[in-house]
């Protein structure tokens, strides 16, 4: 029955394993997979546009040959850049100065010229003799201040005018040249960096290249962002130049005003106040027309497309400007050389405390790993020996029982022979009686006593024999 049930059991796996077999069989079939009965059928996986998107943006690795020669153009775009660097720092410095200088400026000729407007307005009001408004000394002195800050404002913003001008000429060639360099070699740092952050290959990322890395990575958003200010500085450059118009229109105004009210207004007899008078009104009328002309000039500029605006002090403001930030820019290289060394060294000795750290790790592990061996080991050998032990104590238990038994068997045949010798002693002792009891009863030999010998000697075999088995 059992033989029966095993061989049934026998044949139930083997049908399962068929089953198995001709399932996956199926399945490969039925996706692609080679089948023995006919064509290979592949099967096709629709894609998302999503993932397509992602195939197509993702960068091809930097292909071995590729990255040296990458690498090269940007050696040589860090060596030459930093010229570039420095004439758009300097004109970025410079150009945003003036600029600045030609709001200012204008906007103290216009609130200077709302003053003088507003202390004649209150001669007018407060210093009157009889239907005659009187011009003080006092006031006479506040005036000629206040017409000197105009003129003084005025001519400020002219000049700064003429530098905002020069400076976006001389400026605006150094940015073609900028947005050239920083273009030319964008393709080469989006490579490059792109390599950098996703650390394809490791063992070619040695620290110089790093450092490659790092400083055309920095030194192009440096570049990119001086040439979006020039950029912005040009269209400053063109709202200040109407701002200004505005502000010198106004202040032409205010001082006309204060002119033809300063014409009605009596000069006082005392300390001179008709010569000053008519000094304020001279110079008001000199403003003026300083202004006329500078509006017109401002309305009218056309720039010579070879020449600019004329040279003046601002060139040379903007090439010293330019030398001062070559020597930064060398400054500034020595720095980040000396902060790489020392980050160098620090990120070397930093890996060297980390090694030594995990060599003192690996060395507490590997003893406290001996440790635990050791002790397992000890361990082992103590429940072998307590094994050994018990396994001799069951061997000698074992030796003295069977001793004991022997012994007690011993004793038994000692004791069994023993019984059996008296048996026959005694026997022979009765027999031995008996026959010299008839001897004595018939002194003659009878048929029976010949054979008491014999009868004997066939006990005592007998016995003997079975004291032997």
Request: charged share 35%.
């Amino acid at each position: 029955m059992t033989t029966m049930f095993v061989q049934l059991r026998g044949v139930v796996y083997l049908l399962v394993l068929l089953q198995c077999v001709a399932f996956v069989s199926h399945a490969n079939t039925a996706v692609g997979g080679e089948s023995s009965e006919g064509p290979t059928v592949t099967a096709h996986v629709e894609k998302s546009d999503e993932d397509s998107e992602a195939e197509v943006k993702k960068p091809e690795p930097c292909d071995p040959e590729i990255c040296p020669m990458v690498e090269k153009r940007l050696a040589e775009w860090i060596r030459i850049v930093d010229d570039y660097l420095a004439d758009g720092r300097g004109c970025r410095s410079v150009w945003d100065a003036v600029v600045n200088t030609a709001n200012e400026t204008s906007k103290l000729a216009n609130t200077s010229a709302i003053k003088v407007g507003g202390l004649v307005k209150k001669i007018e009001e407060e210093q009157t003799v009889g239907d005659q408004t009187e011009l003080v000394a006092k006031d006479v002195e506040i005036l000629e201040d206040l017409v000197r800050k105009v003129k003084e404002a005025v001519d400020n913003t002219r000049s700064s005018v003429l530098d905002t001008w020069r400076a976006e000429w001389f400026c605006g060639h150094k940015r073609g040249t900028l947005e050239e360099a920083q273009n030319g070699f964008k393709k080469e740092i989006d490579i490059y960096i792109h390599e950098r952050v996703a650390m394809r290959n490791e063992t070619y990322w040695t620290i110089e290249r790093v450092e490659t890395a790092e400083r055309s990575n920095k030194t192009y958003f440096e570049l990119q962002n001086i040439t979006k200010r020039l950029k912005d500085l040009k269209g400053w450059s063109q709202a200040t130049k109407v701002n200004v118009e505005h502000r010198v229109k106004a202040a032409k105004k205010q001082l006309n005003e204060a002119k033809e009210k300063l014409e009605k207004i009596k000069p006082g007899e005392t300390l001179g106040v008709g010569s000053k008078d008519e000094g304020i009104k001279n110079n008001i009328t000199n403003i003026t027309g300083e202004i006329d002309t500078f509006v017109k000039k401002i309305e009218n500029w056309r720039p010579n497309k070879n020449t600019g605006p004329k040279e003046n002090s601002v060139d040379a403001r903007i090439k010293q400007a330019i030398e001062n930030e070559k020597k930064l820019v060398e400054q500034e290289k020595e720095t980040d050389k000396n902060k790489r060394i020392e980050e160098r060294a620090q990120r070397e000795r930093e890996a060297q405390e980390q090694k030594e750290r995990e060599v003192q790790a690996q060395r507490a592990r590997e003893a406290q790993e001996q440790k635990e061996r050791e002790a397992q080991a000890q361990k082992t050998r103590e429940a072998q020996e307590q094994k050994d032990r018990e396994v001799q104590a069951q061997k000698a238990r074992e030796a003295q029982e069977q001793k004991e038994r022997e012994v007690r068997a011993q004793e038994a045949k000692d004791a069994l022979e023993k019984t059996e010798k008296e048996q026959l002693e005694r026997a022979a002792e009765e027999a031995r009686k008996k026959a010299e009891a008839a001897k004595k009863n018939d002194n003659s030999v009878s048929p029976a006593l010949v054979h008491v010998p014999l009868l004997l000697l066939l006990v005592l075999t007998v016995l003997g024999s079975t004291l032997v088995c």
